[in-house]
């Protein structure tokens, strides 16, 4: 330091002059250039450890800076240490940027898998076959992509622009894809509705035209096929549908009203008949069992005749009376068919035939059996007693059915 207060620095490059301090203490103009030169290794320490936090922009703007301040720095201690270190760390942040590069093509390559699921998961609801798509949440669906599309382009790294735009487009058209298929769902759907709704009423037109008919039977059955018509036609809209259903069915019931009531005050006309025909069935099944079939025949004719005569019934009761008074007439014919099988010359001629031969082997078989006995032949014995059984058997057989 000269007389004058001017400062020295000395370097690689030399001895300089790095200001002037007059009127002061040697040790005073000294130590505020140290100061300085403190003030530049405090930037150096914060800017080494901040190299891994800060941007390649930010590494650059700080790293000029500091080599700018250490080109003739106004200050006095070790500069070229001071540039040293800025030295090393020049070669962190050529570093530190590759690394960064790196991240950022790692973060670009993460975002555009991103995007290209975003887009997979639109085309892919797009592409849902129209007759099972859940609309509403299906475009619900296809809105939240929408969102994630614009969230990723707000926050995440920017990507390659036609990379970016190709994707758009195919995001785009998957949209207007499930758009297009939505509108023509619906549209279809809309004709179809409008179809069903005009072959409804024309049915409804037929039913109510029918129940005033009092031809039960034939009126019946085409409310049958009406009926399958009606299914066969399709759905209205779902509130359209109750309410030309509600028609329909109101016609019907009707019929179907007016048929009950009908048959209600014909069943009470014939309740009468009812009792009289049970009265006749309990004589008729008083002939059961039947002993003389010629007999019970005759009886049966005259409650036959008498059983006409009741009229009918009530249609409820029809199937259980006519059914026990059948019963009780095919027991007749059992024992009249039994009657005529015995009686029948041929049945008859055929059973002596079969008699006789039977009582022939059954004295020849005795005269096996006394011949055995005689002889003491145990086996001959036992095979000439087990034929006699069976032809003895047989022949009562025989005998009972000719009776």
């Known amino acids: 330091m000269e007389e004058d207060g001017t400062v020295y620095v ?14 002061a203490p040697a040790q005073e103009a000294l130590a505020f250039y140290v100061r300085r030169y403190l003030d530049l290794a405090a930037q150096v320490r914060l800017f080494e450890s901040r190299i891994p936090m800060l941007s390649g922009r930010d590494l650059d703007t700080s790293l000029k800076s500091l080599q700018e301040q250490l080109t003739e720095p106004q200050a006095v201690g070790d500069l070229d240490g001071l540039r040293k270190r800025v030295g090393l760390a020049e070669e962190r942040v050529a570093q530190r940027k590759g690394e960064i590069q790196a991240e950022r093509e790692a973060a670009r390559a993460e975002a555009m898998a991103m995007r290209e699921e975003i887009v997979s998961a639109a085309e892919a609801v797009a592409g849902q076959d129209a007759a099972r798509t859940q609309w509403k949440d299906s475009g619900e669906q296809l809105h939240q992509l929408l969102e994630q599309w614009k969230a990723a382009q707000r ?46 009423e024309a049915l409804i037109a ?25 299914k066969a036609a399709g759905r209205a809209r779902r509130r359209e549908d109750d309410e030309l259903w509600a028609r329909f069915r109101a016609a ?12 209600q005050a014909i069943d009470e006309e014939y309740g009468a008949n009812l009792v009289v025909k049970l009265a006749i069935l309990e004589e008729a099944e008083a002939l059961l069992p039947i002993t003389d079939a010629r007999e019970a025949r005759a009886k049966m004719r005259q409650l036959e005749e008498r059983w006409d005569e009741a009229g009918r019934v009530p249609r409820a009761d029809v199937q259980k009376v006519e059914g026990r ?37 059954i004295a020849s078989l005795e005269e096996d059996l006394a011949k055995a006995t005689a002889k003491g032949d145990k086996r001959a014995i036992t095979n000439a007693e087990d034929a006699l059984a069976a032809r003895r058997s047989w022949l009562e057989q025989i005998q009972k059915s000719s009776m």
Request: hydrophobic residues 35%.
């Open 325 to 361: 008074m059948r019963a009780v007439d095919q027991a007749i014919k059992n024992v009249e068919e039994a009657e005529w099988r015995r009686s029948n010359p041929e049945t008859q001629a055929r059973v002596s035939s079969a008699t006789s031969q039977l009582e022939a082997a």
């Open 206 to 230: 037929r039913a109510e035209e029918l129940s005033t008919s009092t031809d039960w039977g034939a009126t019946a059955g085409a409310y049958r096929d009406l009926m399958r018509e009606w």
């Open 10 to 23: 000395t370097d690689s490059a030399g001895e300089r002059a790095v200001g002037q301090f007059p009127d």
């Open 252 to 263: 019907q019931q009707t019929f179907f009203d007016a048929r009950d009531a009908q048959n």
């Open 155 to 200: 926050g995440g790294p920017r990507l390659d622009k036609a990379a970016e735009d190709e994707l758009w487009k195919r995001f785009s058209k998957a949209r207007t894809t499930f758009d297009r298929n939505r509108r023509q769902f619906f549209s279809e759907r809309d004709s179809e509705h409008a179809s069903a709704k005009a072959a409804k």
